[in-house]
């Protein structure tokens, strides 16, 4: 199994993740990359939630969720039914 599909499956089970943890847990040197591939290349819809940790800490935690309404009719509007094939 690749990194990527490992932090897939990590994040399919309704775990979120920080940059941090993408490289330190999955060994990807590029966090924002590697969010951009899922975003792009699997067609997985990607949350990135700003937050406080209790250290003080901000950091964004990033999550897998299914986009609203509105998202997919925005990207219907903008990219017509080439955004809904693989």
Known sequence: MS????????????NEVTARQISGTFGL???????????TEHGICVYS?????????????????TPSKRMVAVAANILGASAFTR
């Open 3 to 14: 990194k990527i599909q490992k932090l897939v499956s990590y994040m399919k089970s309704g």
């Open 29 to 39: 040197k590029n966090p924002s990359r590697a969010i951009h591939a899922l975003r």
């Open 49 to 65: 939630n700003p937050t406080t940790l209790s250290t003080g800490d901000r950091v964004v935690k990033y999550r897998i969720g």
